[in-house]
């Protein structure tokens, strides 16, 4: 069954959520004990937003690759030989 494009996106933003909140207690709780940096609390914001967008685009685009499967369905052509 395929997903509609707003269903595609719904479950990106879904995921990137959940990932942005893991991201930002990772980066607040790793950096300054692994790394020494200690940026405020809205430095992490900011890098978390940047990294939520791409990361939106990204799941958002290969979720319509996945459901639409033209190009895997292309690439799969070219290998696959017919029997003679």
């Given at each position: 069954?395929?997903?509609?494009?707003?269903?595609?996106?719904?479950?990106a933003i879904t995921n990137?959520?959940?990932?942005?909140?893991?991201?930002?207690?990772?980066?607040?709780?790793?950096?300054?004990?692994?790394?020494?940096?200690?940026?405020?609390?809205?430095?992490?914001?900011?890098?978390?937003?940047?990294y939520t967008l791409v990361?939106?685009?990204?799941?958002y685009a290969i979720r319509?690759?996945?459901?639409?499967?033209?190009?895997?369905?292309?690439?799969?052509?070219?290998?696959?030989?017919?029997?003679?």
């Amino acid at each position: 069954m395929k997903q509609s494009r707003i269903d595609s996106f719904m479950e990106a933003i879904t995921n990137v959520l959940v990932g942005f909140g893991i991201n930002f207690i990772a980066n607040w709780l790793i950096l300054p004990w692994y790394f020494g940096i200690e940026p405020d609390l809205g430095s992490f914001a900011i890098l978390g937003l940047i990294y939520t967008l791409v990361s939106i685009a990204r799941s958002y685009a290969i979720r319509r690759l996945f459901n639409g499967r033209t190009i895997w369905q292309a690439i799969k052509a070219v290998y696959e030989k017919p029997a003679r």
